[in-house]
Nanobody, 125 residues
Framework: QVQLVESGGGSVQDGGSLRLSCAAS????????MGWFRQAPGKEREGVAA????????YYADSVKGRFTISQDNAKNTVYLQMNSLKPEDTSMYYC??????????????????WGQGTQVTVSS
């Protein structure tokens, strides 16, 4: 049974930082793309970043480039999202997701098969 368990959300001030974690189990972690998505109330789910654990290649939405960093710890089957210089518009529910192939069109949330329960990130001005 595949499980993705997120942690690390919370509330911060504008300009603050948070690190999200996603621990994967029951899943061929190193062969497939893993991504972070976010969804605010009334808005479509948005791709934030993705990584291919096998190659280490990473991908980012334009809105977070230079502020967010996705990384991995293959020994722990865990993917991280370091979020710096947070802005109020980053406020959202953040989800970890995994798919059964590589990271082509990584932003397409419909192509992800497994999802975590989500963790809330709130940035106040």
């Amino acid at each position: 049974q595949v499980q993705l368990v997120e942690s690390g959300g919370g509330s911060v001030q504008d300009g603050g930082s948070l690190r999200l974690s996603c621990a994967a189990s029951g899943y061929t972690y190193s062969s497939n793309c893993m991504g972070w998505f976010r969804q605010a109330p009334g808005k479509e789910r948005e791709g934030v970043a993705a990584i291919h654990p096998g190659s280490g290649s990473s991908y980012y939405a334009d809105s977070v480039k230079g502020r967010f960093t996705i990384s991995q710890d293959n020994a722990k089957n865990t993917v991280y999202l370091q979020m710096n210089s947070l802005k109020p518009e980053d406020t959202s529910m953040y989800y970890c997701a995994a798919r059964r192939r590589g990271c082509s069109r990584w932003w397409d949330y419909l192509d992800y098969v497994y999802w975590g329960q989500g963790t809330q990130v709130t940035v106040s001005s």
